[in-house]
Nanobody
Framework: QVRFAESGGELVQPGGSLRLSCAASGRDFSPYVMAWYRRAPGQQREFVARITTAGISRYLESVKGRFTISRDNAKNTVYLQMNSLKPEDTALYYC????????WGQGTQVSVSS
């Protein structure tokens, strides 16, 4: 059974940094394009970043230059380094394949507030 276990979220002040991790299990995800998504309170889930098998990345315009997605295929894990965090980054963050193919995990809560 495929599972995504997101972690690393917490309360941080504006301008701070966090590194999120997503440990995937149940199959080998190295052939897949992987992505991070987020859902802010009262809003729909949105795409944040994706990374191809070759390591090519693409980002939501509002996080470009601040967030960096990476992957470690040996660990079946995807990361999201988030710098210069803003209050509008507050959301529940999830990972999945690009064009989500599997059930969502529990997500990890990122709260940016002073």
């Amino acid at each position: 059974q495929v599972r995504f276990a997101e972690s690393g979220g917490e309360l941080v002040q504006p301008g701070g940094s966090l590194r999120l991790s997503c440990a995937a299990s149940g199959r080998d995800f190295s052939p897949y394009v992987m992505a991070w998504y987020r859902r802010a309170p009262g809003q729909q889930r949105e795409f944040v970043a994706r990374i191809t098998t070759a390591g090519i990345s693409r980002y939501l315009e509002s996080v470009k230059g601040r967030f960096t997605i990476s992957r470690d295929n040996a660990k079946n894990t995807v990361y999201l380094q988030m710098n210069s965090l803003k209050p509008e980054d507050t959301a529940l963050y999830y990972c999945n394949t690009d064009i989500p193919l599997f059930s969502w995990g529990q997500g990890t809560q990122v709260s940016v507030s002073s």
